[in-house]
C-alpha cells in the first residue's frame, strides 16, 4: 500500500460543482501539502500545514480551501470549480525533524472541470 | 521570475547516451533535491545535496553541487529507457523553509 494515499485518481466535474480531493498518509508526518502541476509549469503550492492546528496558504491558494481532519489526513477543497482548474493535484508529506524539506508525493489526483 | 531554472526544457536521445541537466539559480540554497516523476505517477525523491561541492552517485546517476550552492546538475550515465521521465530540482532557499520547485526536463530515452 503507499505511503500516501490520494482519492480519488481522476475526477470529471462540471464548472460550479463543490468538488473534494483527500489525502491520507501512513508515513507518521506532521507536514503536509498540495501541490498542483500543470505541464510547463512544474510544480506550485497550493496550501501546506505544519501541524493539525497549523493552515498555511501557498502559492496559488486563491479559489481552493483545504482541511487537516487529523494528522494523517489533509484533503483540499474547490467550492466552486472553473475550467482553469483542470490539473493534476499532488499530495505531499514530509517529516519535521529533517532540515531539508525532503517530499513524499502521493500518486496524484487528475480533475478535470468542463 | 522562476527561482530555479532548469535545462533544458526537454531531452531525447538514444540508449546509451550520456547526458546533463541542469538546475540554476541566482539565489543560494541550504538543501537542493532532484525528483523524478514518471508518467501518471507522483515525484519520487532521488537524492538531496546540503554542502557546497558535493557529489553523489546513485548508480549510474551523479548529482553535483555547485560551490556557491546556487546551482546543481544531474549526469546521467549510459542512459537506459527506464530513465525516461520528468526530473525535477527543488531547493529550500535561505532560512525559508518553503521547497521551491523548476519546471522540470522532460527526458525521453529511446531505445
Known amino acids: 500500500d503507499a505511503d500516501v494515499t490520494q482519492t480519488p485518481r481522476n475526477r470529471i466535474t462540471k464548472t460550479g460543482k463543490r468538488i473534494m480531493l483527500e489525502c491520507s498518509q501512513t508515513?507518521?508526518?506532521?507536514?503536509m501539502y498540495w501541490y498542483r502541476q500543470d505541464p510547463g509549469l512544474g510544480l506550485q503550492l497550493i496550501y501546506y500545514s505544519f501541524d493539525v492546528k497549523d493552515i498555511n496558504k501557498g502559492e496559488i491558494s486563491d479559489g481552493y480551501s483545504v482541511s487537516r481532519q487529523a494528522q494523517a489526513k489533509f484533503s483540499l477543497s474547490l467550492e466552486s470549480a472553473i475550467p482553469n482548474q483542470t490539473a493534476l493535484y499532488f499530495c505531499?508529506?514530509?517529516?519535521?525533524?529533517?532540515?531539508?524539506?525532503?517530499?513524499?508525493f502521493g500518486e496524484g489526483s487528475r480533475l478535470t472541470v468542463l | 521570475t522562476q527561482l530555479l531554472e532548469q535545462s533544458p526544457q526537454f531531452l531525447s536521445i538514444q540508449e546509451g547516451e550520456n547526458l546533463t541537466v541542469y538546475c540554476n539559480s541566482s539565489s543560494v540554497f541550504s538543501s537542493l533535491q532532484w525528483y523524478r516523476q514518471e508518467p501518471g505517477e507522483g515525484p519520487v525523491l532521488l537524492v538531496t545535496v546540503v554542502t557546497g561541492g558535493e557529489v553523489k552517485k546513485l548508480k549510474r546517476l551523479t548529482f553535483q553541487f555547485g560551490d556557491a550552492r546556487k546551482d546543481s546538475s544531474l549526469h546521467i550515465t549510459a542512459a537506459q529507457t527506464g530513465d525516461t521521465g520528468l526530473y525535477l530540482c527543488a531547493g529550500v532557499p535561505g532560512s525559508n523553509y518553503k521547497l521551491t520547485f523548476g519546471k522540470g526536463t522532460l527526458l525521453t530515452v529511446n531505445p
Open positions: 505531499a508529506t514530509s517529516d519535521d525533524r529533517v532540515g531539508t524539506g525532503e517530499l513524499f
Open positions: 508515513k507518521g508526518h506532521d507536514r
